[in-house]
């Protein structure tokens, strides 16, 4: 069984900073794991997702300021958060899957199978 555990999150003044952890288990060969998130009432939204090779996308919100990384022996994907804004507070979401494929941009929900609990990010201003 496929489990996706975040930690990381918390509360933080505008301008600050937070690191995202995701740790997975359960599987041996995901494709392509990413951040995704949910403020109340809005939809959920791609963040940022990195292929196996380390090849990168992110929403252009959060370009030059928010930083996904990984480290395929632990089996754990890291989103570095800098220059927090306000509009950033919302649900985070980790996500992977395992099929092969190109994908660009923006993440989309439909590119991942499988889902973490949420860790809650909150920026006041």
């Known amino acids: 069984e496929v489990q996706l555990v975040e930690s990381g999150g918390g509360s933080v003044q505008a301008g600050g900073s937070l690191r995202l952890s995701c740790a997975a288990s359960?599987?041996?060969?995901?494709?392509?794991m990413g951040w995704f998130r949910q403020a109340p009432g809005k939809e959920r939204e791609g963040v940022a997702a990195?292929?196996?090779?380390?090849?990168?996308n992110y929403a252009d919100s959060v370009k030059g300021r928010f930083t996904i990384s990984q480290d395929n022996a632990r089996n754990t994907v890291y989103l570095q958060m800098n220059s927090l804004k306000p509009e950033d507070t919302g649900i985070y979401y980790c996500?992977?899957?395992?099929?092969?494929?190109?994908?660009?941009?923006?993440?989309?929900?439909?590119?991942?199978?499988?889902w973490g609990q949420g860790t809650q990010v909150t920026v006041s201003s």
């Open positions: 990195i292929e196996r090779d380390g090849t990168t």
């Open positions: 996500a992977a899957d395992f099929r092969a494929g190109l994908r660009t941009g923006k993440p989309r929900t439909s590119e991942f199978g499988y």
């Open positions: 359960g599987y041996t060969a995901r494709t392509y």
